[in-house]
């Protein structure tokens, strides 16, 4: 019953694995690179934090894209962040980069120019505790209140073509899509790991979900 | 329903242990970095920033086992500056659970350390602290200049446009001190906050100054910053954050409580 956390040297793998094994009890937490690992484990979760370039070289240099793609069509697998934008075809960061294609859609910047309803500019990146709006019912969201804050850093958002995919929003001068779930897959662009109570609510109905 | 202004408690961090200089000069010990940052989470910090005042001498690794030890039980962002000059120096401590750090005089020495670090790890984790002095005379249009060396030594550049530079090398935040005020308990350098938050796209936390909960306000209300950073009022317990959230949320600000 193993969590693979997949490691190819994007960002804050140790603090999301402590914040699994704080809360996913009896089940061994695996900081891993090996495909192998992957593909025994039972839950994946697919962080990520940098840029997407970045990221999607990792992946590839690690000969990693294939295990993550099919793990995420067959058992509970968590995206967070970066981990989440990658799924989709393609993302604007560092002038275009192509990205697992797993959705239809795209990752956006948010613009220079971005002004609340008020008018007031709002400042890029997207950082700190803001409210997600749950748009559907979700095992992830049992026991998490509708809109509860998390915790987000991020100057890009997804853009996926199918708005089924959509369980969750949030505002910040646009309201864009801050999760989305299909199947066993489940994703967020916050972060779970340093969103306190709820966001280890959040882990902790991912450690209990059975994919469904 | 938007973005939360956040208050964020710093920890300047000794030889692992935290630590509170007063104008840089007079330190005072009040503890261990893990039972702090536990408290002010369970208090309802929105962050948690270290600055690592021992980094420019020996004792590196000391503040890479504080933020690992943290990170075991604090669940929300740490900021950890002091002493970074290398991609290896970021590398190190955002694998060890810092969510952001904050690079300072390597940024004055190296701009482009600014950017080839957010271009590695992402504008998002990387925090340009700006130590700000005014150097304008009574009487003159304002001008504030960075300081290096704790304050002590000038460098001849202009904070605002400063600021300016790093944000478009790629500084996701400014984190910035005003070296008039830090210490002085008397409240933010209103006019330098809201001239480099008007100026810059991304988020400013105002720093220096805070001696009470009406200066956080001031701080987010006329410096428009989007985060407030204090230590000694939140670390002698005079208030807790809860109090401060409490108080800025009867102010009008939008705050997670």
Known sequence: MTIAVVDYGMGNLRSVAKALEHVAE?????????????????????????????????????????????????????????????????????????CLGLYGGDVRFFGNDLRAANGTRLKVPHMGWNQVQQTVDHPLWQGIEDNSRFYFVHSYYMNPEDHSLVTGTTTHGINFVSAIGRNNV??????????????????????????? | MSLAKRIIPCLDVKDGRVVKGVKFVDIRDAGDPVEVARRYDREGADEITFLDITASSDNRDTIVHVVEKVAEQVFIPLTVGGGIRKIEDVRLLLNAGADKVAINTAAVFNPDFVKQASDRVGSQCIVVAIDAKKVSAEGESDRWEIFTHGGRKTTGLDAVEWAGKMAAFGAGEILLTSMD????????????????????????????????????????????????????????????????????ARCGIEVRL
């Open chain 1, 186 to 212: 489940f994703a967020v662009q916050f972060h779970p790991e340093k969103s306190a109570r709820d966001g280890l609510q959040l882990l902790k109905n991912f450690s209990r979900w059975n994919g469904k």
């Open chain 2, 181 to 248: 005020r830090d210490g002085t308990k008397s409240g933010f350098d209103l006019a330098l906050t809201r001239a480099i938050s008007d100026a810059v796209p991304v988020p400013v936390i105002a720093s220096g100054g805070v001696g009470n909960l009406q200066h956080l306000v001031d701080g987010i209300i006329e410096g428009h910053a989007e985060a407030v950073l204090a230590a000694s009022i939140f670390h002698f317990a005079e208030y807790t954050v809860q109090q401060a959230k409490e108080h800025m």
């Open chain 1, 26 to 98: 009896g089940q061994p937490v695996q900081v891993t690179s090996s495909a192998d690992d992957i593909r025994n484990a039972a839950r994946v979760v697919f962080p990520g934090q940098g840029a997407a370039r970045d990221c999607m070289h990792e992946l590839i240099q690690r000969d990693l894209q294939d295990v993550v793609l099919q793990a995420a069509r067959e058992k509970p697998f968590l995206g967070i962040c970066m981990g989440m934008q990658v799924l989709l075809d393609y993302s604007e960061e560092n002038a275009g980069i192509n």
